[in-house]
């Protein structure tokens, strides 16, 4: 399926449900598929994105937002600063491109930079035709820097009943803030059979076409602890192979 310019694909979840991991595996699967290039972005607070597509960030937006207010050179206007730090900030992959939001914001008014921020991402993603976006779980921090609408949102939980409750919730605000979210689909990740009928009685709330699980996998932790970019992952992998025919059935 051919998609438009600029197709956004957002992530959410609450934190140790794999939803970054699953971020990098998307971003592999439209390389994959030479659906680029690609836009990948950090709205997490956690920062991590980079570790699992095997990247190393320097410069983040946040840090931009912070010099904004003390260091804008002297004859250089605001726009032109954030300009340039957005400029600075993108890292340049094969395929991809990832740009770091960064952490919250310190104490004082960001309106300013915010504004600025929001008009140069913008102007960014019509460069891509497809956009990753981890967000944190609240989702505002995605919601205040840009307008982007969503085109498809992935809420990833674990096969928890606490999990699923968040992940309720994630879909709740989406709706509370007013974001143009075209569709919204369920991940329940980390997945184990015999939790079948409980996760199944769990999420019927969602739809029957609106969620899917990805099994437990050691090679991800494996990953982890030995460091490794979870990007890598051989084709063996379990979690892999599921995520891609998730992706395929969603986005080819």
Known sequence: MNKKRGYTIAMAGKGGTGKTTLAGLLVRFLKEREMTPILAVDADSNTNLNEVLGLTVEDTLGEAREMMKKDVPVGMTKDIFMEMKVEQALV??????????????????YCAANNLLSKFIERLMHNYPYLVVDNEAGMEHFSRLTTKAIDLLLVVSDPSRRGILSARRIYDLVDELGMRVARKYLLVNQYRDKLGTLVAKETET???????????????????????????????????????????????
């Open 92 to 109: 340049e992959a094969n395929g991809f491109d990832l740009i770091v939001m960064g952490r919250p914001e310190g104490p004082g008014c």
């Open 206 to 252: 969602f739809g029957p076409d609106s969620v899917s699980t990805i099994p437990e996998d050691d090679l991800i932790y494996q990953f982890d602890l030995e460091g490794k970019p979870t990007v890598e992952l051989p084709e063996e992998s379990v979690a892999l192979q599921a995520a891609n025919e998730i992706f395929a059935k969603l986005l080819v």
